[in-house]
T-cell receptor
Framework: EPEVTQTPSHQVTQMGQEVILRCVPI?????FYWYRQILGQKVEFLVS????????KSEIFDDQFSVERPDGSNFTLKIRSTKLEDSAMYFC?????????????FGPGTRLTVT | AQTVTQSQPEMSVQEAETVTLSCTYD???????LFWYKQPPSRQMILVIR??????QNATENRFSVNFQKAAKSFSLKISDSQLGDAAMYFC???????????FGSGTKLNVKP
């Protein structure tokens, strides 16, 4: 069964550094998402992406964040200048056509630690 | 604003017995979808079951069933004949109509005792 994959599984970075989290969504899916989960808190929506543009974003997704689909398979989340509070588990997800997009398929997550 | 609440941070069940995980949500929408996702340790979330708000019949998937009480805004998950492989974190999630954004509860950790 096809799966969403994410790399790396764990990223440690220093405050102020840029990080890129990578995801490979399921190949025939059209919608892509990033969520994050700070330790002990709820999984929170960050952004959705469709047709090469952001379709929705949360208030968390400020100018420090950007997303890109650089080729036909990868979907990336970039944090320009990391802060301590960006430490979290970041989940990528994908789904098919909206009318059928009852569910989102999640990747295993990337644990980001900012020191 | 949409919120999803799971009031049980952790639960335990004996193998082969039945357990019910609770979820309540708050919305003013009439068109929405509800989901239960399972996240085994160090693995990705996978869909367990979903419920369309317009359907009165409770969804069932093998040993998993829901009790959807629309007026009470309650969406509990019942796991029958619990198995060791059911041990995981369970998340309740809400999605509004034609929007893609999911709202998640804080999760319930289910332990299954042999």
């Amino acid at each position: 069964e096809p799966e969403v994959t994410q790399t790396p599984s764990h990223q440690v970075t220093q405050m102020g550094q840029e990080v890129i989290l990578r995801c490979v969504p399921i190949s025939n899916h059209l919608y892509f998402y990033w969520y994050r989960q700070i330790l002990g808190q709820k999984v929170e929506f960050l952004v959705s992406f469709y047709n090469n543009e952001i379709s929705e974003k949360s208030e968390i997704f400020d100018d420090q964040f950007s997303v890109e689909r650089p080729d036909g398979s990868n979907f990336t989340l970039k944090i320009r200048s990391t802060k301590l509070e960006d430490s979290a588990m970041y989940f990528c997800a994908s789904s098919g056509l909206l009318a059928e997009a009852y569910e989102q398929y999640f990747g295993p997550g990337t644990r980001l630690t900012v020191t | 604003a949409q919120t999803v609440t799971q009031s049980q941070p952790e639960m335990s069940v004996q193998e082969a017995e039945t357990v019910t995980l609770s979820c309540t949500y708050d919305t003013s929408e009439s068109d929405y979808y509800l989901f239960w996702y399972k996240q085994p340790p160090s693995r990705q979330m996978i869909l367990v079951i979903r419920q369309e708000a317009y359907k009165q019949q409770n969804a069932t998937e093998n040993r998993f069933s829901v009790n959807f009480q629309k007026a009470a805004k309650s969406f509990s998950l019942k796991i029958s004949d619990s198995q060791l492989g059911d041990a995981a974190m369970y998340f309740c999630a809400y999605r509004r109509g034609n929007f893609n954004k999911f709202y998640f509860g804080s999760g319930t950790k289910l332990n299954v005792k042999p």
